[in-house]
C-alpha cells in the first residue's frame, strides 16, 4: 500500500507531547480530531509484539474532551446516548454510543461522571461538541459545553501497572477496570482511569497542566528503562 505525508498546518493541531515524540523517532502520524495522532514508530508489527509483552507510553491528546456542566447536564449526557446512565456512580468510566435520531452513530466514547452536574465525554474522531451544543439549545438545557484543555497520554500493556505503581505508589494498583481518580505526581494532580485502547490493559492519564503532563511523561521513559 502506497503511503503519504501528512503537511502540517494550523488546522492540524500539534498536542504538548509533539516535540518528545518526534525526538524519539516517529515515523507516521494519522489525524484527530484535528490534531496528530502518532501512528507508527517503525515497524508496526514489532510495536505490536512490544505492546503484548511490555508497557509502552502514548500520545493520545486527540482524544479530546467534551466538558458538559450544570443542572440538566447529566439529562443532555443521557439524551446523546443509547445507554441507561440512571445508575451511574461519581468516578466512574462508561462506554457510551452517541446516536442520531435514526440510530446512527455519530461518535462511541468513554464518558466520565465527575458528579452528577460535571461530566467528560472523551470522543473518538468526530465534532461532537457542534451535536451536544444543538442538543441543548433545542431543548432550552441549562448547562455550559465547552472543550478543556486535557491532553491525554496512555500507558499501556502488561507492564504498565508496574510502571504506574512506581511512578504513583501503590495506591494506584487499588484502582478498578473503569475507575478513575486524582493521583499526585510532584505536587499536581491528575484524573487517571484504568482503561486504554489496547487488550492488555493499562491507564489513562488526563493532563490538565501541561508542564507537569511533560516532566510525568519524561519520569515515565525515565522509570521504565
Not at 493541531?13 to 484535528?34: C, D, F, L, M, W
Not at 504506574?164 to 495506591?171: A, D, L, Q
Request: aromatic share 12%; net charge positive; with cysteine.
Amino acid at each position: 500500500m502506497k503511503t503519504y505525508s501528512i503537511a502540517k498546518s494550523r488546522r492540524l493541531r500539534s498536542t504538548p507531547y509533539t516535540s518528545r515524540i518526534e525526538k524519539q523517532g516517529v515515523t507516521a502520524y494519522s489525524s484527530y480530531n484535528h490534531m496528530l495522532l502518532p501512528a507508527a514508530f517503525g515497524s508496526i508489527e514489532d510495536s505490536y509484539y512490544h505492546l503484548k509483552k511490555n508497557v509502552q507510553v502514548w500520545d493520545v491528546a486527540g482524544e479530546r474532551q467534551v466538558e458538559i456542566i450544570g443542572k440538566d447536564s447529566a439529562e443532555l449526557v443521557q439524551l446523546m446516548t443509547c445507554r441507561d446512565l440512571s445508575k451511574s456512580k461519581d468516578g466512574r468510566c462508561y462506554y457510551c454510543p452517541i446516536i442520531d435520531d435514526k440510530g446512527g452513530i455519530i461518535n462511541d466514547p468513554v464518558v466520565l461522571r465527575l458528579n452528577n452536574n460535571r461530566w467528560w465525554i472523551s470522543i473518538a474522531d468526530s465534532d461532537v461538541i457542534l451535536f451536544a451544543k444543538g442538543l441543548a439549545i433545542g431543548n432550552k438545557f441549562d448547562v455550559q459545553i465547552f472543550e478543556p484543555e486535557v491532553n491525554i497520554m496512555a500507558v499501556q500493556g502488561p507492564k504498565s501497572f508496574k510502571l504506574m505503581e512506581k511512578v504513583f505508589g501503590e495506591e494506584i494498583t487499588k484502582l478498578k477496570f473503569f475507575g478513575f481518580d486524582y493521583f499526585d505526581f510532584k505536587g499536581t494532580k491528575h484524573l487517571i482511569a484504568q482503561s486504554g485502547w489496547s487488550k492488555q490493559g493499562g491507564y489513562e492519564i488526563y493532563v490538565e497542566n501541561a508542564n507537569s503532563g511533560l516532566a510525568l511523561y519524561d519520569r515515565l521513559f525515565e522509570v521504565g528503562k
